[in-house]
C-alpha cells in the first residue's frame, strides 16, 4: 500500500485559505486519493476524493499534479469549526481497507 | 438511512473480562471495518469483513482478537481477558459493495465509536 506522508500540524486563522500537502510517492496506477476530517470523540468523515488534476466540492478542493506522487487539500476561508484532524489516504477500489496516516492537526484561531 | 450504529458507545471493563463490541453498516453496505485509536493517536485498521467472510485481518492482534459478520445481524468485535492496554476508541466503517476497479476507492462512513476502558 502506498504510503503516505503529512505535516503534523498547522495553524490558521478564520477566513484564511488553508492548503495541506500529502506525499504518496509510491502511489499505484489504480489508487484513488481521499480525504477524511475527524472531531474530537468522532468518527471520521469524508470529505473529497480525486484521481488527478482538481476535484472541487461544497467543502473543499483536492490538487493532484500530474505525477500524483502529491495532493494537496485545499480549504477555503476556514472557520473555528474548521479545527480537525485531516487524513490522507491512498487506495484502491476492493483492495483490503485504506490505512490512516497520523494525520494533520488543524488549529483555527479566531 | 440510518448511519453507521456502533453500541454500546461507552464500555467499563476490569481487566480479564470480555468486550463485545457492535456494528450495524449503514443500508446497502456490505463491507464493514474496524479501526482502533489510542489518544491523541491517528486510526490503526485491524479488520475488513464481508457478510460471513473475512477479507483482511492483518491488523488484528494475534491473540484474544477476534470479529465476525454473520449473515444476519450486526458485526462484532470481541475482545477477550481485556488488559488495559486495550482502553481505546474503537470505531467501524461501512462501505457499498465494489463498483470494479477506477470507479473510485472505497468510501468509508464512520460510527460514533465505542469507547473501551479497562480498569
Known amino acids: 500500500l502506498a504510503k503516505t506522508t503529512q505535516p503534523i500540524s498547522m495553524d490558521s486563522y478564520e477566513g484564511q485559505e488553508v492548503n495541506i500537502t500529502c506525499s504518496h510517492n509510491?502511489?499505484?496506477?489504480?489508487?484513488?486519493i481521499t480525504w477524511y476530517q475527524q472531531f474530537p470523540s468522532q468518527g471520521p468523515r469524508f470529505i473529497i476524493q480525486?484521481?488527478?488534476t482538481k476535484v472541487t466540492n461544497e467543502v473543499a478542493s483536492l490538487f493532484i499534479p500530474a505525477d500524483r506522487k502529491s495532493s494537496t487539500l485545499s480549504l477555503p476561508r476556514v472557520s473555528l469549526s474548521d479545527t480537525a484532524v485531516y487524513y490522507c489516504?491512498?487506495?484502491?477500489?476492493?483492495?483490503?481497507?485504506?490505512?490512516f496516516g497520523s494525520g494533520t492537526r488543524l488549529q483555527v484561531q479566531p | 438511512n440510518a448511519g453507521v450504529m456502533q453500541n454500546p458507545r461507552h464500555l467499563v471493563r476490569r481487566r480479564g473480562q470480555e468486550a463485545r463490541l457492535r456494528c450495524s453498516p449503514m443500508k446497502g453496505h456490505s463491507h464493514v471495518y474496524w479501526y482502533r485509536q489510542l489518544p491523541e493517536e491517528g486510526l490503526k485498521f485491524m479488520v475488513y469483513l464481508q457478510k460471513e467472510n473475512i477479507i483482511d485481518e492483518s491488523g488484528m492482534p494475534k491473540e484474544r482478537f477476534s470479529a465476525e459478520f454473520p449473515k444476519e445481524g450486526p458485526s462484532i468485535l470481541r475482545i477477550q481477558q481485556v488488559v488495559r492496554g486495550d482502553s481505546a476508541a474503537y470505531f467501524c466503517?461501512?462501505?457499498?459493495?465494489?463498483?470494479?476497479?477506477?470507479?473510485?476507492?472505497?468510501?468509508?462512513?464512520f460510527g460514533a465509536g465505542s469507547r473501551l476502558t479497562v480498569l
Open positions: 509510491n502511489i499505484a496506477t489504480n489508487d484513488y
Open positions: 466503517a461501512s462501505s457499498p459493495p465494489s463498483q470494479g476497479a477506477m470507479s473510485g476507492a472505497n468510501v468509508l462512513t
Open positions: 480525486g484521481y488527478k
Open positions: 489516504l491512498v487506495g484502491d477500489t476492493g483492495r483490503r481497507a485504506l490505512t
